[in-house]
Antibody, heavy 117, light 110 residues
Framework: QVQLQESGPRLAKPSETLSLTCTVSGGSVSAYHWSWIRQPPGKGPEWIGYIHYGGNTYYNPSLKSRVTISVDTSKNHLSLKLNSVIAADTAVYFC???????????WGQGTLVTVSS | QSVLTQAPSASGTPGQRVTISCSGGSSNIERNPVNWYQQLPGTAPKLIIYDNDQRPSGVPARFSGSKSGTSASLAISGLQSEDEADYYCAAWDDSQICVLFGGGTKLTVL
C-alpha cells in the first residue's frame, strides 16, 4: 500500500520560496506519475503540476513561472518549490499519486503552509 | 481558472438517491476521463469514481458515475449520513494543459 507523507516548513514569508518534500513508501517514485495539489482554506483543490515517471514535468499555467517539481530516486521522494510566494499561496499542500488516466488515487495527509510576514 | 461547474450544494434524506452534476466543455469532459473525489471535513480528498464510471476497490456500489457530452454526473443511492461531504469532479483539459477541478458540491444529509 502506497503511503505519502509531506514535510517542510509550515510558515513562509512573502517573496520567499516554499519548499516541501514528500516521502513515498510502499512504491517506487520512478514507477509512477506524481502530482502536487493545494487547497486554500475553505476552497476547492487546485492542481499545481505533475512529474511523469519518465521525468517530464507539467505545470498549471497559472503557477508555471514559479513552480518546480522534482523527484529524488535515491531517497524515493518528490519535492515542490514555489518561488516568490504571496498570501494567496496559503493552503494545504498535498502530494498525490497520479494514474495515466489523470486520477489521483493515493493522497498524503497534507500540510498547511501559511504565507505571512 | 476552473471551467468545471458544479452546484455549490445538494441535499437529501437517508435512503434517497441524489445526483451531483459537473458541467464542462469540449476540451475537458468531452475528450477526457472524469474523476470524482469525496472530501470529509479535515481529511484529504478520496477518489470514489475514476475514468467516468469506474469504482476503486472498497468504494460502495451506491456510488456511480456517468458522462454524456460535456457533462458528467455522480449518483449516490441509498444515501447515508456518512455521505455528508464535499464532492469534486476533475478532468484533464487539453487546451489549458492541466487538470481542472470543479468548484465542489457540499452534500448535506438531512
Amino acid at each position: 500500500q502506497v503511503q505519502l507523507q509531506e514535510s517542510g516548513p509550515r510558515l513562509a514569508k512573502p517573496s520567499e520560496t516554499l519548499s516541501l518534500t514528500c516521502t513515498v513508501s510502499g512504491g517506487s517514485v520512478s514507477a509512477y506519475h506524481w502530482s502536487w495539489i493545494r487547497q486554500p482554506p475553505g476552497k476547492g483543490p487546485e492542481w499545481i503540476g505533475y512529474i511523469h515517471y519518465g521525468g517530464n514535468t507539467y505545470y498549471n499555467p497559472s503557477l508555471k513561472s514559479r513552480v518546480t517539481i522534482s523527484v529524488d530516486t535515491s531517497k524515493n521522494h518528490l519535492s515542490l518549490k514555489l518561488n516568490s510566494v504571496i498570501a494567496a499561496d496559503t493552503a494545504v499542500y498535498f502530494c498525490v499519486r497520479m494514474t495515466p488516466q489523470t486520477s489521483f488515487d493515493h493522497w498524503g495527509q497534507g500540510t498547511l503552509v501559511t504565507v505571512s510576514s | 481558472q476552473s471551467v468545471l461547474t458544479q452546484a455549490p450544494s445538494a441535499s437529501g434524506t437517508p435512503g434517497q438517491r441524489v445526483t451531483i452534476s459537473c458541467s464542462g466543455g469540449s476540451s475537458n469532459i468531452e475528450r477526457n476521463p472524469v474523476n470524482w473525489y469525496q472530501q470529509l471535513p479535515g481529511t484529504a480528498p478520496k477518489l470514489i469514481i475514476y475514468d467516468n464510471d469506474q469504482r476503486p476497490s472498497g468504494v460502495p456500489a451506491r456510488f456511480s458515475g456517468s458522462k454524456s457530452g460535456t457533462s458528467a454526473s455522480l449518483a449516490i443511492s441509498g444515501l447515508q449520513s456518512e455521505d455528508e461531504a464535499d464532492y469534486y469532479c476533475a478532468a484533464w483539459d487539453d487546451s489549458q494543459i492541466c487538470v481542472l477541478f470543479g468548484g465542489g458540491t457540499k452534500l448535506t444529509v438531512l
